[in-house]
């Protein structure tokens, strides 16, 4: 069955242990605790019923059909490179040498396109561009997107939006991710000058990842501080 991660927490289970979110099938949780914080936190606000969730098996190659695998596909990428994609979520923020409450102002975004007949999973995407944004920018970007109010401020709370983009550049999707993890204080105790440098270059080097696709290497590489 293999691994899947906690999108509460971020830490990584065997997927057997994770529930699905009872609505729309997309948020997985190790534990109840998890589930509810997520929930308040604001799942509450973006969990919708897929409109074919209840309609498994839509019929072949139809656009509800095509509709589905989108999401689908666009869910079981995330899935796997999710640690990674926190672990840059935070070499973005450059939170070192930012006020202590960036995170709750400002987040990672990457926009990817999908790439066609790859042989694996981890492939399926490749990155376009990435940067930080605010959350007054994603509103005005996305206005039908709904985020979370931020009430008071979380020092283990990170977030990031995956942006799906088809290829003529048409917006298909857009996912935000969040997580909390107390592990988020040992981005805070990185040198300055160490967290400036993966600030400036954390694109780049993600793109390199995604397009390697080698997720065990690039875990190993990132994911430790």
């Known amino acids: 069955m293999g691994e899947g991660t906690c999108y509460?927490?971020?830490?990584?289970?065997?997927?057997?242990?994770?529930?699905?979110?009872?609505?729309c099938f997309v948020a997985r949780y190790c534990s109840r605790e998890c589930q509810r914080s997520a929930?308040?936190?604001?799942?509450?606000?973006?969990?919708?019923?897929?409109p074919q969730m209840n309609n498994p098996e839509p019929e072949f190659l139809s656009p509800e059909w095509a509709e589905l695998e989108v999401d689908k596909q666009l869910s079981?990428?995330?899935?796997?490179?999710?640690?990674?994609?926190?672990?840059?979520?935070m070499f973005a923020l450059d939170l070192p040498n930012h006020p202590e409450n960036y995170n709750a102002t400002h987040m990672m975004i990457i926009c990817i396109s999908p790439r066609h007949l790859m042989p694996k999973r981890a492939l399926s995407y490749e990155m376009n561009w990435g940067d930080v944004w605010t959350y007054e920018k994603c509103h005005e970007m996305w206005p039908t997107l709904r985020f979370a109010p931020v009430e008071g401020f979380e020092r283990n709370r990170g977030r990031l939006l995956v942006a799906l983009e088809n290829e003529g550049g048409d917006l298909r999707r857009v996912r935000m991710l969040t997580w909390q993890t107390d592990g988020i204080e040992e981005y805070r105790k990185i040198p300055k000058e160490r967290s400036k440098k993966l600030a400036?270059?954390?694109?780049?080097?993600?793109?390199?990842?995604?397009e390697n696709g080698d997720v065990e290497e690039s875990k190993r590489l990132f994911c430790p501080i």
């Not at 929930?39 to 897929?50: A, I």
């Not at 079981?76 to 979520?89: D, N, Q, S, T």
């Not at 400036?200 to 995604?210: D, E, F, H, Q």
């Open 8 to 23: 509460a927490c971020g830490k990584t289970f065997p997927r057997s242990q994770l529930k699905r979110c009872a609505r």
């Open 39 to 50: 929930w308040q936190e604001g799942h509450k606000l973006r969990c919708e019923p897929h």
């Open 76 to 89: 079981r990428w995330i899935e796997i490179w999710r640690p990674v994609l926190y672990a840059f979520g």
């Open 200 to 210: 400036s270059s954390w694109a780049g080097v993600l793109r390199s990842a995604l």
